[in-house]
């Protein structure tokens, strides 16, 4: 099933409690690739970096099943970079820098081995490049989710809506989904957001965990409780390419699907905010992630209430 990545491929410098970092890789679709790469191969990615980015870190995608034919490197011009700085709590970041570079005139260019795309996910990005990538296959995908954040509903909303009108999935957080709706209940927010397009949304509260609504049905599914919470960075992403991949691999969005594609998303941003950047998942086992699915599934397990007897 084919799988096509759009988003960020990026430089981030973080700062968080634990310390801070200079220019490490990140980048919306570098998150959702390697986490997607764990479900399905190859992860087709569609992005641009300037020729500050190292071959080796290219490679390193490569080695994980990411397919770069779509990956556009300019010559003379930096990449998108991202500077954050989180909370001593790790609940809020406040965003440092956004430098777009090699972004600012991204013309998102589809290899003809990218037609094929059945799933496509729709990361992080400027709305319009976004749309450009659907209006540029040939065939609809089957499933079309996507990923944005505050930063482009302060800059583009008007952009930003339209695009969200052709999308199946939308995935944000809930302080976006406020500003996004205009409504404080996540409940009321969730109507109004699907009135706009998608019929599915999910929501995500970070370490309180996501929210799957479409139509009248609403799924829980929770954060695992770490011990150690080191970077946050790239968790929704972490948790976007769970999700697609899982959907991809399984080829089934029916609603009873997406519930266990959100567990599995779930998991792999577990593993994501245990190390700095992307590093907890470079090297994954399937053991490992099967191990943390079941923990989720045990998180949650219980025996129905039996009636009180008067
Ligand atoms: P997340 O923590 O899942 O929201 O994603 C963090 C990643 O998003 C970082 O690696 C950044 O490079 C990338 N990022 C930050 N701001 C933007 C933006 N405005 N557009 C696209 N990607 C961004």
């Not at 929501?203 to 009248?216: Q, R, T």
């Not at 989720?296 to 009636?307: E, K, M, W, Y």
């Amino acid at each position: 099933m084919s799988l096509v990545v759009i988003g960020t491929v990026a430089f981030d410098a973080l700062e968080t409690p634990f310390g801070k970092t200079d220019k490490i890789v990140g980048g919306a679709a570098t998150y959702i690739g390697l986490s997607a790469s764990y479900s399905v191969k190859p992860v087709k990615v569609v992005a641009v970096v300037g020729d500050d980015f190292a071959q080796s870190d290219i490679l390193l995608l490569q080695e994980h099943g990411v397919d770069t034919e779509g990956l556009q490197i300019k010559q003379g011009e930096k990449s998108f970079f991202w500077s954050g700085k989180y909370s001593n709590d790790l609940n809020s970041r406040e965003t440092l820098v956004t430098e777009l570079n090699v972004l600012a005139d991204f013309d998102p260019i589809l290899p003809d081995s990218y037609q094929d795309c059945k799933y496509l996910m729709l990361g992080n990005l400027t709305p319009q490049i976004q749309r450009l990538v659907i209006q540029r296959l040939v065939n609809r995908p089957k499933l079309i989710v996507m990923d944005t954040m505050n930063f482009w509903m302060d800059v583009a909303m008007d952009e930003l809506k339209t695009t969200i009108e052709m999308v199946d999935v939308l995935s944000i957080n809930d302080e976006e989904a406020r500003q996004l709706s205009g409504q404080h209940s996540l409940v009321k927010a969730a109507k109004i957001i699907m009135e706009m397009g998608p019929k599915y949304l999910i929501i995500k509260k970070g370490e309180h965990g996501a929210l799957l609504f479409h139509k009248n049905q609403i799924f829980f599914a929770p954060a695992l409780p770490l011990e150690e919470v080191f970077d946050p960075t790239g968790a929704g992403d972490t948790f976007a390419g769970g999700f697609i991949g899982y959907l991809a691999a399984t080829d089934d969005i029916s609603f009873e699907n997406m519930k266990r594609a959100v567990i599995h998303g779930s998991a792999m941003a577990s593993f994501c905010v245990e190390k700095f950047g992307t590093e907890r998942l470079l090297n994954l086992t399937q053991e490992e992630i099967e191990a943390r699915e079941q923990q989720f599934a045990d998180l949650v397990a219980v025996l129905p209430a039996t009636a009180t007897v008067a």
